[in-house]
């Protein structure tokens, strides 16, 4: 694998240098992180998620959705059951990767990597005073160094082009499949290419074609039996259309021909060259290859009603995240907590699939008629009230009717879940 290692950078020039001397090889071959277009020039991946709106927007999209759900870890006390280890130093090491980094912002970025280049790497740094920190380190930065199962340390360069080296044991290393490596995946902006190289010439035709006066392109014409123009009326000539014809600035202008001659259109206009309709392709080919639906980046018009659109948001954390939260959840789990016993995370997902608040309670009112009320609480996260007045079982019998008034004609008397006690106060999430 060769990559052009970029020197600077503030995470860089902070890490400690490795003391180990074990054989390593390097896996993959060619320039990775980078894609030919436009004949012999390399583009890198970087470069083209600043430039295409495209690549920035579903990997943005992506990215900001993952990131603003909660990675919590959780340990499992029984068959069906788990508790959330808030104060266990790894949860707090997630909420608070580094001094000067929020959780998001970590795992927007991680995330990205991952989006962009198909592997992410975050570095676990014990500071001078033992505190743990989470660094993430850009891909364009690193080579994945080890034998033919594992990496084993990953390479790369500081500020002063020296090599530094982390151990596999104090990262956290996320990469997806390739059918040719080991342990670096393959970008979907190498499947997207020739999309993305048609969109480029696009964007390059559009800027000249409005840096021309955004006019047609067209030739000028003069009668077959007019005298020849000599090479100086020719470039004066010249001189003066551009001067008052060209650029945005003199967009509109009526030009005044010489006697005899014609302007000719020879290409399409911008409205027949489809040109909204092009990067419209652009963005669903690229939302495809990124398994986003269309509809949730606004590409394609949403139609129907609010339990349509509903269900597309249900289906952006059910079917569009879940297999790219499950991955990252396991592969911290993994890494970060394998000799810690029944430990694991996982992204808090309660908020974004169980709809609204008034929804929830109504939902679990309705539990009421064959769980107690302990057991609701429990599935919300709450403790169990105090001196066993949760354990009862409320039953169909004493349900509110529509009417608002129970079997016997007296006032419904439900008890409510989730009383205004005090006995919820230090109540965790799930």
């Given amino acids: 694998m060769t990559v052009v290692a970029r020197r600077g950078g503030g995470y860089v020039s902070a890490l400690p240098r490795s003391a180990t001397s074990h054989q390593v090889i390097t896996v993959g071959g060619g320039l990775e992180g980078y894609i030919s277009l436009e004949g012999d020039r390399w583009v890198d991946y970087a470069e083209l998620w600043r430039t295409q709106p495209s690549i920035r927007t ?10 603003q759900l909660q990675l919590k870890l ?4 029984g068959a069906d059951k788990q508790r959330e280890l ?30 962009v280049y198909d592997r992410a790497l975050a570095y676990r740094h014990t500071d001078a005073y033992g505190d743990d920190h989470l660094i993430r ?20 360069l500081g500020a002063g082009g020296e090599p530094f080296f982390i151990e596999r044991d104090r990262a956290v290393f996320i990469s997806g499949y390739s059918p040719t490596a080991f342990y670096t995946g393959v970008s979907p902006i190498e499947t997207l290419r020739l999309i993305l190289e048609e969109e480029r010439a696009a964007q ?21 039996d007019a005298p020849k123009m000599d090479p100086t009326d020719k470039d004066r000539f010249w001189i003066r259309w551009n001067a008052q014809f060209n650029g945005p600035g003199n967009a509109g202008k009526t030009p005044l021909l010489e006697e005899g001659m014609k302007l000719e259109p020879v290409n399409q206009s911008a409205r027949e060259a489809q040109y909204v309709e092009g990067r419209k392709l652009s963005f669903e080919e690229v939302a495809r290859a990124y398994y986003i639906n269309p509809m949730m980046l606004g590409v394609v018009q949403q139609t129907g009603s609010y339990a349509d659109r509903t269900a597309v948001h249900r289906e952006l954390y059910q079917d569009t995240l879940a297999p790219d939260l499950e991955q990252f ?8 907590c394998p000799f810690r016993g029944p430990k694991r995370f996982a992204f808090d997902l309660a908020d974004k699939l169980e709809g609204s608040f008034v929804e929830q309670n109504a939902a679990r009112v309705k539990q ?17 009230l105090p001196n066993g007045e949760g354990a009862k079982l409320v039953g169909k019998g004493t349900l509110p009717d529509p009417a608002g008034t129970s079997p016997t004609g007296a006032p419904a008397t439900t008890p409510d879940p989730y009383p205004h006690d005090g006995s919820v106060a230090d109540a965790g999430t799930s």
């Fill in 137 to 156: 380190i850009p891909p364009s930065y690193y080579v994945a160094e080890g034998d033919l199962a594992n990496p084993l340390r990953f390479r790369f």
């Fill in 58 to 67: 579903v990997t943005g999209f992506k990215a900001r959705n993952i990131a």
């Fill in 86 to 115: 808030y104060d266990d130093p790894l949860a707090a090491l997630l909420r608070a990767p580094a001094w000067d980094t929020t959780y998001f912002t970590f795992m927007f970025a991680m995330v990205n990597d991952f989006a």
């Fill in 204 to 224: 390059k035709y559009r800027a000249a074609f409005y840096k021309n006066g955004a006019k047609l392109d067209h030739v000028i014409t003069r009668p077959f």
């Fill in 368 to 384: 009421l008629q064959y769980k107690t009320i302990d057991e609701v609480r429990a599935e919300a996260g709450y403790p169990p």
């Fill in 74 to 77: 959780y340990e499992r006390t």
């Fill in 329 to 336: 959840a396991q592969e911290f789990t993994r890494q970060m």
